[in-house]
Nanobody
Framework: VQLQASGGGLVQAGGSLRLSCAAS????????VGWLRQTPGKEREFVAAISRVGRRTRYSEFVRGRFTVSRDNAKNTVDLQMNNLKTEDTAVYYC???????????????????WGQGTQVTVSS
């Protein structure tokens, strides 16, 4: 599966952005998807994940309650709605996928086998 993230940009603290991950896959519902982010000098970190048909989600403690992950398997997309953004959310955001037949969500970056290019999110104070 090939992935392409979009929707990043510059926003003021307290604002919102919606990221989208478009996938090319014959059966997108065979893939669990995650969002991860990275800032310069730091390791890539888990943000949110969604199971292959969307019944389960998981969030990092840093974004829980502010971010929402969703998917539309008919359109082969996974979105990340980010509300009440903080300056510390500034990062390059990546979507990633892993083939699975179960309803598991993956919060370890090493679990993902397919990665898209990142999209920059910058939150100003």
């Amino acid at each position: 599966v090939q992935l392409q993230a979009s929707g990043g940009g510059l926003v003021q603290a307290g604002g919102s952005l919606r990221l989208s991950c478009a996938a090319s896959a014959p059966v997108f519902s065979n893939y669990a998807v995650g969002w991860l982010r990275q800032t310069p000098g730091k390791e890539r970190e888990f943000v949110a994940a969604i199971s292959r048909v969307g019944r389960r989600t998981r969030y990092s403690e840093f974004v829980r309650g502010r971010f929402t992950v969703s998917r539309d398997n008919a359109k082969n997309t996974v979105d990340l709605q980010m509300n009440n953004l903080k300056t510390e959310d500034t990062a390059v955001y990546y979507c990633a996928a892993r083939s699975t037949v179960t309803g598991v969500v993956y919060d370890n970056i090493n679990d993902y086998t397919n990665w898209g290019q990142g999209t920059q999110v910058t939150v100003s104070s």
